[in-house]
């Protein structure tokens, strides 16, 4: 059974604060991603990360950034956390996804996390 | 143009009735297509993979058409607990296999 933990469900902070979110994966996946998800605008991909140290800006990386120092730790930090930063933040695991089969390209989520800024 | 585009509903239908969502993509190269089921205030999760021959799993139904570009959905005898968003979802065919995120669908099962 995969499992994507994500550290915290809900989170409230400041504005101005440095905020750190994290997610682990048991999956041995080499594909780690960031997204937020806002009421309207779907999905929207932050960072993500193909391999250890490796990353590459998503849709909307500005605010953030990421580290990945292990290949089951990916981090999303919010450097100087703004109201504009609320939302619903997903962690998300795959493999490297160079399989033809769909199933062998499946992604999976961690439950989430609700950050509030004020 | 999105890149994965679908109806955002809401659909509203009756208990029992059979309701169809469709998704077209842009990107002729993609390969990966799945549906995946959102509750309200959690995280998605897959419902199924689709393949280009088309596949069944119980009351849902996935179908792919390559020449159309176009994935549909078809959920047989509606259940309450099918009322839910269903995201489409593409690959963006590159070397790491993006997932791109259609906006959802949103379905209400109506007793």
């Known amino acids: 059974d995969v499992k994507v933990t994500q550290s915290s469900r809900y989170l409230v902070k400041r504005t101005g604060e440095k905020v750190f979110l994290e997610c682990v994966q048991d999956m041995d996946h080499e594909n780690m991603f960031w997204y937020r998800q806002d009421p309207g605008l779907g999905l929207r991909l932050i960072y993500f990360s193909y391999d250890v140290k490796m990353k590459e800006k998503g849709d909307i990386p500005e605010g953030y950034s990421v580290s990945r120092e292990k290949k089951e730790r990916f981090s999303l930090i919010l450097e100087s956390a703004s109201t504009n930063q609320t939302s619903m933040y997903l962690c998300?695991?795959?493999?490297?996804?160079?399989?033809?089969?769909?199933?062998?390209?499946?992604?999976?989520f961690g439950a989430g996390t609700r950050l509030s800024v004020l | 143009r999105k890149e994965v585009e679908q109806d955002p509903g809401p659909f509203n239908v009756p208990e029992g009735a059979t309701v169809a969502f469709n998704c077209t993509y842009s990107?002729?190269?993609?390969?990966?297509f799945f549906w995946y089921r959102q509750d309200c205030r959690k995280e998605p999760k897959l419902l199924m993979s689709v393949y280009s021959s088309g596949n069944e799993d119980g009351r849902f139904t996935a179908q792919l058409n390559r020449a159309s570009q176009y994935i549909s959905l078809l959920i047989r005898d509606s259940k309450l607990s099918d009322s839910a968003t269903y995201l489409c979802v593409g690959d963006n065919a590159g070397n790491n296999r993006k997932l791109i995120w259609g906006l959802g669908t949103s379905l209400a099962v109506n007793p």
């Open positions: 998300v695991t795959g493999p490297r996804g160079r399989s033809i089969r769909p199933r062998e390209n499946i992604q999976y």
């Open positions: 990107n002729s190269a993609s390969q990966s």
